[in-house]
């Protein structure tokens, strides 16, 4: 264990991550009755049973490391500024790649909301922000639309 693990967790990592645990569980019932399919050809409950999985495996993961921590220090400090601002700002851009999504077509619309999230709400340098979207970018058109064959939304410029 490193001293960065021996670090107190929040209570509220605590919550959500038991509440996404729940909601992993759930999301995993309600796939279930889906047709499942295989790797070269997934089914209608494929990527939503896999999706739920692993938000399932994930969010109890952090449950169950939040529980082993110390929670002393965690309980005296709540969030901070500076961390609500972050998740506000994340929401609102979440609401506008909603809209830019149909309005500018997925590439574009991933391509600025990943270079928004890794330059502003988790600085990095500009390279890394620009070439992680963008190759964020392309592998998700290589795997959902060349791949699976998924329809994705186009925008006036025709990707």
Do not use: K, N
Not at 12 to 38: D, H, K, M, Y
Not at 72 to 79: D, I, K, L, T, V
């Amino acid at each position: 264990m490193t001293p960065a693990d021996a670090r107190p967790t929040p209570p509220g990592q605590r919550w959500a991550a038991a509440v996404l645990t729940a909601f992993g569980i759930a999301a995993i019932v309600a796939a279930r009755p889906l047709p499942f399919g295989s790797i070269t050809r997934p089914g209608a409950g494929f990527f939503p049973l896999c999706l739920a999985i692993g938000l399932t495996v994930v969010s109890a993961a952090i449950l169950v490391r939040s529980l082993r921590s110390p929670d002393a220090e965690a309980r005296a400090a709540g969030p901070s500024r500076r961390g609500l601002t972050r998740a506000g700002a994340t929401f609102a851009a979440l609401f506008v790649y909603a809209w830019a999504l149909t309005a500018l077509g997925f590439g574009v619309a991933t391509f600025l909301f990943l270079a928004f999230l890794f330059r502003a709400i988790e600085p990095q340098r500009w390279a890394v922000a620009l070439g992680g979207a963008g190759a964020t970018v392309m592998a998700s058109h290589l795997l959902f639309r060349v791949w699976l064959g998924v329809r994705l939304p186009v925008g006036p410029w025709g990707f």
